[in-house]
Structures are given as structure tokens and as C-alpha cells.
């Protein structure tokens, strides 16, 4: 067969027959194509997405911290000693989003309980209250369950020393992590934070501001903008 003069193929060798190296290059150029095609349908997704993000972020200012990239925490927060025979968070309703906070021991006084009243007054006043259960994890070394007083819509779990730092390390919360260092969640009262999940227990922010209509507010237009 004829050498084709000055016709390189992608395989880095001559092209002996025309036909073939027609049909490379083709091929070559469809993926090219494609792979920009791809591209595009990404950013045409992504993008909108990530404005919508940042525009809700700053309607809400510094209430809530939201992720763009949720972890998915089924799985990674084990539940003992509570409210049913549920045994990861994994296990509760996949039809309702979670707010999750933490408490030290019995949480009898002090901020403990101010945030306790003000997380279950905040989401009885959202307009999405029926599509929200609120959970309670107590800590304390002996992974006791706290007191169940005054707790009425409150799921109640209890988390040991060992698995309250491991919850803090898949969920960034400094108070669990640093555990064994404090004696009441009161200590760490300027850090306090609850976890937004949604029906699938991503993680989509944390929440800082406990005030009941800040946070009623919160919940509204995060779960609004993300069904």
C-alpha cells in the first residue's frame, strides 16, 4: 500500500490506509465533542446551583453555615439508649429533614436549656414543622441518657465518650471533638451548633443562631430552595 504523506493518526504512527485514519480521527473528534458536551450540561447544572447557594447564604447572614458539597452522615452517627429501637441515624423517618443537637448530661440549667426551648419553639414555628423531627443527643461519660423532662417532640439519644468524638470528627463539631476537655456544653456556649439534614441525612448546614423565629426563618428557606 501507498505511505500517506503528512497524515498522522492519534496512535502516533502513519496512516497506511485512508479509509482507516479517516475513521480514527473521527472518532477521535466525537469523543472531543462529547467530552465538551459534558462539560457544558455541568456547568449548566452546577452553576445555578452554587448562585442559589450563595444568594441563600447571604439572605440568611451568619444563622446558618451551609455546605456545598453535603456529607452524607448515614451511618456515621450511631444512637443508643432512646427514643425506639433505632440504632444509627440511618434508621430514622426518610420522609422528614433533622435537626440535631447536642447536650451535656442532663441538661438542667443554664444555656443548656435555653437552646434546648429555643431549637423546639423555632422549628414548631416554621411553616414546615410536620416535615421536621428534632434530635436530642446527650453526652456524658458514661453514655447515660439524659432526663426527659420538659423534652415533649424531642427524639432522645445518648452518645458515649469514644463515639461522641467520633460524630465530632465526621461533622466538624469542635464541642464533640474536644469532649473529654470540658465539663458542660455551657463552657462552649459561643460555638454551640445544630445539624440541618435532609431526608437522606446529608449534612446541609449547621445551624448557629438558636433564636426561634431565626431559626423558623432558616428552616423555611433552606428546605423551600432545596425541594
Avoid at 504512527?13 to 457544558?40: G, M, W
Avoid at 461522641?164 to 458542660?184: K, S
Wanted: hydrophobic share 35%; charged share 25%.
Amino acid at each position: 500500500m501507498n505511505h500517506i504523506d503528512k497524515d498522522y493518526c492519534p496512535t502516533e504512527q502513519y496512516c497506511t490506509d485512508r479509509a482507516s485514519c479517516s475513521t480514527i480521527k473521527k472518532t477521535r473528534n466525537n469523543l472531543v465533542i462529547a467530552t465538551a458536551l459534558f462539560v457544558v450540561v455541568l456547568l449548566l447544572y452546577f452553576y445555578p446551583q452554587h448562585n442559589k447557594l450563595l444568594d441563600l447564604h447571604k439572605e440568611l447572614g451568619g444563622s446558618v453555615s451551609l455546605f456545598s458539597n453535603p456529607k452524607n452522615l448515614n451511618g456515621l452517627i450511631p444512637l443508643s439508649k432512646g427514643s425506639g429501637s433505632f440504632k444509627d441515624i440511618g434508621d430514622l423517618s426518610k420522609e422528614h429533614w433533622k435537626v440535631i443537637s447536642f447536650r451535656h448530661g442532663n441538661c438542667t440549667s443554664g444555656f443548656c436549656v435555653k437552646a434546648l426551648s429555643d431549637t423546639r419553639s423555632g422549628i414548631s414555628k416554621s411553616k414546615n414543622k410536620n416535615k421536621v423531627i428534632f434530635v436530642m443527643l446527650s453526652i456524658d461519660n458514661d453514655g447515660n441518657l439524659a432526663s426527659d423532662d420538659q423534652n415533649e417532640g424531642v427524639m432522645n439519644f445518648s452518645l458515649d465518650d469514644k463515639n461522641a468524638r467520633q460524630v465530632g470528627l465526621e461533622t466538624g463539631v469542635e464541642f464533640l471533638m474536644r469532649f473529654a476537655e470540658i465539663n458542660t456544653i455551657d463552657d462552649h456556649e459561643d460555638n454551640h451548633k445544630s445539624l440541618l439534614l435532609n431526608k437522606n441525612n446529608d449534612l446541609i448546614a449547621y445551624i448557629n443562631d438558636h433564636r426561634p423565629e431565626n431559626l423558623s426563618k432558616s428552616l423555611d428557606r433552606i428546605i423551600a430552595s432545596m425541594n
